[in-house]
C-alpha cells in the first residue's frame, strides 16, 4: 500500500507539438501533440495498429516524423540520432525483447552502460587507472541498484536466451535502467507475461518512478487495461493515429469516445496503488 | 520410576555459570578487534566482510537504541526475517540488552505470526523488509503488547507512515548518541547478566498442537555449544554458511552457541534463492542441516546424472561403487584393504572430488543432520562420497542437541552417543529421557505441559528409542507414530518414507498400515524431475495432478516403491500406492516449517483417502474443499488412482 504521488511537478520534460508520420499512403500518426511532464507515468492506449510504437519510434528516434516537432527540456531534438538521445536521457524497451541471447544476463545491462564509459581505447586494453575506476564504479551500481531491485541475482551469470521470458523481460528493463535515464520508454512491459510476473513488473514500474533514488519519467505503451489505469498519472489515446483524448485515468475511462474506440465497456479496476 | 539402560558422558569442558552469551561476546570483540573477520554478506555478488570491531559496534548501536526505546531486562523482541548480518546484530542486541530473543519463520502465515506475539507479549517486533511489516501491521490491533515495528531494508517502505514503524537506521542512530554520552552503557549492562537469564524463547514447530514456547537460558545454549565443540573441535579460522532460518534451534546452535564459542566465520548467502550457489563459494569447513538439504542434494546428483552422457554415467557409477564399498568397510569398522584405498583414491580425483566441489562439500569436516531422520541410502551416499556425515538428535528444550555420531562410529540407524555432559536413559514404557545442564527450564506461561516433560531433572522427549550393545541410541520414532504391522511387530512409518524418497522421483511420501492388514503409500512427485521424465517419453502434462495420474507414472513410481521395498521383511512392504494430485505444503498445515509430515492432521484430512487405499478399489473420487491463502475457497473434484506394487522378486 503506497500513497499516490504528493510532488507531481509541473514541469514539461519531453513533448510532441503536431508529429505527423506518413508511410506511403498509411498516416500512422496525424497531429499528435503530448506533454508528458516530470516525474509522471504516462500511458498511450489505443487499439492494435493505433500508432502508438510509432509514438515511441519517434521519440527514441527510430522514426523521424515528417512534420512536427518533438522537445525534450523544451529543446528540439528531431534532429538527433537515437544514440544521440540515449545520451540526454532516453531509455527504452521493446515489445518483442530484444536482448542479446548469446550473453549473460550481466553482460546485456553492462552493455547499457557502454555510454557512460569514458576511457580510451588504449587504457581500456591495459586495464589502467581511469579505465579500472570506472569499471568498478560501474559495476557497483549495476549489480547492487539494478540488479538489487529487479531481484535478478540469483541468474546474473545465466545466458539470456535460456531463461524464462518474464524474467527476459526483466532483464530488459535493467538494461535500459543502467543507461540511468531520466525518461523510459516501455512497450508493452507486460504483454505475454504471467498474472505473479505481471504483478512485479507494475511493482517495479512504480519502484522507478517513485523510489527517491530512481524518479524516472515513464512514457507507458501497454495493453493490460488494469495495469494502465491504476499505475498512470495520466492516459493519452490513439485511433489510427489520431488522437481521441487525453486525462487523467479516470477521465479517460469514462470518456464515451475511448471506449467505443478501444475499452468496449465499462469495468472499474483494483488499485495497486 | 525404572530407568532401563542408561548412558553417560563425561565432561572436561566447564562453562562458569555466571557466563552470558553477551559477555563471551565481549571478550570474542576484545579479542578479535579489527583484524578478524566475524561474518561476510554477499553483497551486489561480492562477498563483503565485517570485522569485529563492526560487529560490536553495531550490536552496540542497537542494544542502547532499543533500550532507548523502552527495552527493559527481560523484554521479549520478535524477529523475522532471511539471515543476514542484521538479524544476528539484533539478536545479540537484544541479549546485551537483557531482552529474550523470539525468531520467527519467515514464512509464517498471519495465524501464526500473531499466535506467537501475542503468546510471547513481544514489545518489538524487528523485520527485513516490506513483506514482513505487512505482517506485523494487519495483526498489530491484536497484538496490544507490540509497541513498535522495526524494519532494515528500504524496499518499498517509502509509502508507509505508521507511527509505530520504526527503521533500524534510526534505532542505530539513537544508539550512537547514547555511546557517544556514556561508552561504558553497553558494559554495564552486559555485566548484569547472569547465566541463568533467560536468553531465548523459542516456539516449537508442534508436529502435535499449537506451538509451545521454550525457554532456554544463556547457561543452556553455552553449554550445549561446548559440548558439542568437545567431541567435534572446530577452529576460529572455519566457515559457516548460515542459510537455515534462525528460528530453527539447529542455527542458532551454529551461529550464536558454537559461533561465539570459537569465533568462526559465519557467511551470509546474497537471497535464499542464491544459497546452494554461495555455499559452493564458500565451501565451509562445518554444517547443520536438515535432512531436506541432504536429500536435495542427493536428488541433484541424481538428476545431473540421468541427464549426463554415457560416459559420465559410467564414471559416476564405477565411482560410487567403490565408493560405497569403502565406505561399508567403515561402517563395519573394517580395516580398509591398500587395493581399496588405491581404488578410492582414484575414484576420488576422477569423480567425487568434483561433485564434492559441485555440492559445496569440498572443504567439508563435520556435517550434521538432525531434526528429523534421514534415511540409509542417503547416509551411504555421502559418505561414499567421503563426506563426513552424522546424525545429531536432540529438542528444542535441550538447546537442540544431546547425540551425536563420533567421527569413526557412525551407525546410520542409530543417532549416535550422548555429547560430554548429558545422560541419556530409556524409561519403562520405551520413552527417551534426558539430564544435561542445557535442559530447559520450562514452556512459557504454560505449566502444565512443563510439568509434563520436565520431571525430576528429566526431560521428558516423547520419543521411543533403546539403546544398543555399542552404546549407541536408536530413535524410533514419535511414540505415536510408531506403527504395529500386521504380524505385531512395531514399525517406523518415517523409516519407510525416508527409503521412498531416495528415490529422486519421490518428493514426499506417507506409509500408512497401522494395524491394517498390509502397508500402503500415499506418494508426491517430484514435479521437475518426473516432469522431465515425462518430456523425455513424449508424454503430455499441463499440471502436476494431470502427470501425476498419468499410468506411465503409476509405472515409473511403482517401479520406486518395490525397489525400495527390497529387503524389507514381507509385512513391512507397501503393497498399494497412489499419487496425491498436489504436493504435502506447510501452508496447508500438512508439514510443519521444517517439512515434517503432521501425520495426525494428514489422516483427518485424507481419512476417506486412506479407506480407499484399503478397500480394493481402483479409482478414487475426490471431492474436497481448499482454501486459499486469502481466504479464497475452491472446490477440488478429482479422480485419484490406487495402483498395486509388484511383487519384489
Known sequence: ????????????????????????????????????????????????????????????????????????????????????????????????????????????????????????????????????????????????????????????????????????????????????????????????????????MARFILDIN???????????????????????????????????????????????????????????????? | MVIQNRIAEPTSREIPPDLTIPKLFLQKAAQFGSNRVAMREKEGGIWRPISWERYLKNVRDIALGLCRMGLQRGDKVAMIGDNRPEGLWTEMATLCAGGIAVWLFQDCLLDEVQYILDHSDARFLV???????????????????????????????????EECLVSLKDVMRLGRESAERDPSELDEMVQQGHGNDVALLFYTSGTTSEPKGVLLTHHNMLTMGAHLMEVDPCLASDDFVSFLPFAWIGEQMMSISCGLLLGFTINFPEEPETALSDLREIGPHVM???????????????????????????????????????????FKKLPVPWT?????????????????????????????????????????????????????????????????????????????????????????????????PSVFVGYYKNPEATAGTLRDGWLYSGDRGFIDEDGHLVVFDRSKDVMTLVDGRPFSPQYLETRLKFSPYIKDAWVIGDRREFVTAVVCIDYSVVGRWADGLGVNYTSYSELSQ???????????????????????????????????????????????????????????????????????????????????????RTDLKIRAVPETG
Open chain 1, 1 to 200: 500500500m503506497t500513497t499516490p504521488h504528493t510532488t507531481i511537478e509541473d514541469e514539461v520534460i519531453l513533448s510532441l507539438q503536431k508529429v505527423s508520420l506518413d508511410f506511403g499512403r498509411v498516416r500512422a500518426l496525424v497531429n499528435v501533440s503530448l506533454q508528458v511532464r516530470r516525474g509522471t507515468i504516462h500511458s498511450i492506449i489505443g487499439p492494435n495498429g493505433a500508432g502508438k510504437t510509432v509514438m515511441l519510434n519517434c521519440i527514441s528516434g527510430l522514426y523521424r516524423p515528417q512534420e512536427g516537432t518533438i522537445l525534450l527540456d523544451g529543446r528540439p531534438i528531431n534532429h538527433l540520432k537515437p544514440y544521440e538521445r540515449a545520451r540526454l536521457g532516453i531509455a527504452r524497451t521493446f515489445q518483442k525483447i530484444e536482448l542479446f541471447k548469446g550473453m549473460t544476463v550481466l553482460d546485456n545491462i553492462r552493455l547499457g552502460r557502454h555510454m557512460h564509459l569514458h576511457s580510451g581505447v588504449l587504457s581500456g586494453a591495459f586495464y589502467l587507472g581511469k579505465t579500472a575506476r570506472e569499471e568498478i564504479e560501474h559495476r557497483a551500481f549495476i549489480e547492487e541498484e539494478i540488479i538489487e531491485l529487479l531481484e535478478i541475482a540469483h541468474i546474473r551469470n545465466r545466458v539470456v536466451g535460456m531463461l524464462p521470458y518474464g524474467l527476459q523481460k526483466r532483464v530488459e528493463l535493467g538494461r535500459a535502467l543502467a543507461l540511468q535515464p531520466r525518461i523510459i520508454l516501455l512497450d508493452e512491459p507486460l504483454a505475454g507475461l504471467n498474472l505473479e510476473e505481471v504483478e512485479d
Open chain 1, 210 to 273: 517513485e523510489e527517491e533514488r530512481w524518479r524516472i519519467t515513464c512514457v507507458l505503451v501497454e495493453h493490460d487495461m488494469g495495469v494502465v489505469m491504476d499505475l498512470s498519472d495520466r492516459v493519452f489515446a490513439l485511433n489510427f493515429g489520431v488522437p481521441i483524448m487525453e486525462g487523467t485515468p479516470a477521465e479517460v475511462q469514462n470518456s464515451p469516445a475511448v471506449i467505443e474506440a478501444y475499452l468496449g465497456q465499462e469495468d472499474r479496476y483494483a488499485t495497486r496503488r
Open chain 2, 127 to 161: 523485520c527485513e523488509g516490506q513483506e514482513e511489516v505487512d505482517k506485523g501491521l494487519s495483526i498489530r490491533h491484536k497484538c496490544p503488547g507490540l509497541q513498535k515495528i522495526i524494519w532494515d531494508d528500504p524496499k518499498g517502505m517509502r509509502g508507509y507512515t
Open chain 2, 288 to 330: 547443520f542441516a536438515p535432512p531436506r538439504l541432504y536429500e536435495q542434494m542427493t536428488r541433484t546428483v541424481q538428476v545431473k546424472h540421468l541427464d549426463s552422457g554415457w560416459l559420465k554415467r559410467i564414471a559416476f557409477r564405477w565411482a560410487m561403487a567403490i565408493g560405497h564399498k569403502v565406505a561399508d568397510m567403515k
Open chain 2, 340 to 436: 581399496w584405498r588405491v581404488l578410492r583414491r582414484i575414484a576420488f580425483e576422477g569423480v567425487h572430488k568434483k561433485l564434492r566441489d559441485h555440492l559445496g562439500l569440498s572443504r567439508i569436516r563435520n556435517a550434521y543432520t538432525g531434526g528429523a531422520a534421514l534415511g540409509p541410502d542417503h547416509f551411504r551416499f555421502f559418505h561414499a562420497l567421503g563426506v563426513n556425515l552424522k546424525q545429531i538428535y536432540g529438542q528444542t528444550e535441550i538447546a537442540g542437541i544431546s547425540v551425536v555420531h563420533r567421527s569413526d562410529d557412525i551407525k546410520f540407524d542409530t543417532v549416535g552417543k550422548p555429547i560430554p555432559g548429558t545422560e541419556i536413559a530409556i524409561t519403562e514404557d520405551g520413552e527417551i529421557i534426558a539430564r544435561s
Open chain 2, 550 to 636: 498419468k499410468e506411465e507414472t503409476y509405472q515409473l513410481i511403482a517401479a520406486q516403491i518395490r525397489d525400495a521395498n527390497r529387503d524389507l521383511p514381507p509385512p513391512a512392504r507397501i503393497r498399494r500406492f497412489l499419487n496425491l494430485y498436489k504436493e504435502f505444503d506447510p501452508d496447508d498445515d500438512e508439514l510443519t516449517r521444517t517439512r515434517k509430515l503432521r501425520r495426525a492432521f494428514v489422516e483427518q484430512r485424507y481419512g476417506s483417502l486412506v479407506e480407499a487405499l484399503y478397500a480394493m478399489v481402483d479409482v478414487y473420487h475426490m471431492d474436497t474443499t481448499i482454501t486459499y491463502e486469502d481466504g479464497r475457497e475452491a472446490k477440488i
